[in-house]
């Protein structure tokens, strides 16, 4: 285990192959990254009071903040922070026991809060904040703070979330392959 990557309590990330995590960065306690994800610089990841789980090909870009909400009487299964496969995650966003789903672009400094759920399919623009509890629809875009419906995603734009996420698969590979 790197200083990057750190146990918590009993727990202990598991991380997929082909992982990129930079030595910057941290990764803690019950965190699961699947293949070919990519952490970049500055991302604090920290599972240590409920689990975040980020899908296969997914990245998180420079200076983001993932973390989670416990468990408790009043919400008995607290609020973990899913993110599904094909994810791009841009600049400085903060997600906070939120639910993604797969091909979502979450834009540079936007704020996911709390249950929120964003359906498959989604752009978030950057700067917005998707308030506790919202759910965003697939097929749309999302603009604001708080986040709005503004218009349907176009073909090109669908087609280029699966566009992004592999742009940083590939990216991920040449750093790899820089630093192996």
């Known amino acids: 285990m790197t200083n990057a990557v750190r146990a918590y309590l009993h727990y202990t990330p598991n ?3 082909r992982v990129m ?3 910057s960065s941290v990764v803690i306690g019950n965190v699961e990254l699947a293949d070919d994800v990519s952490i970049w610089p500055l991302v604090a990841i920290r599972g240590d009071v409920n689990a975040v789980r980020i899908g296969a090909r997914s990245n998180i870009q420079d200076g983001c903040v993932l973390h989670v909400t416990h468990q408790s009487t009043h919400n008995p299964a607290g609020y973990p922070l899913l993110i599904g ?3 791009t995650v841009g600049h400085k966003a903060i997600l906070h026991g939120c639910n993604i789903g797969n091909r979502v672009l979450v834009g540079m400094g936007a704020i996911l809060l709390d249950g929120a759920i964003i359906e498959d399919d989604v752009m978030i623009g950057a700067g917005s904040m998707v308030t506790s509890g919202n759910r965003l629809e697939s097929g749309y875009l999302y603009v604001g703070s708080p ?3 503004v218009r349907k ?3 090109a734009e669908l087609e280029g979330l699966l566009y992004s996420a592999n742009n940083y698969v590939r990216w991920k590979n040449e750093y790899l392959a820089e630093n192996s």
Do not use: F, K
């Open 15 to 17: 991380i997929g192959q």
């Open 21 to 23: 995590i930079d030595p």
């Open 85 to 87: 496969e094909n994810v």
């Open 147 to 149: 986040a709005r419906q």
């Open 153 to 155: 995603l176009t073909p």
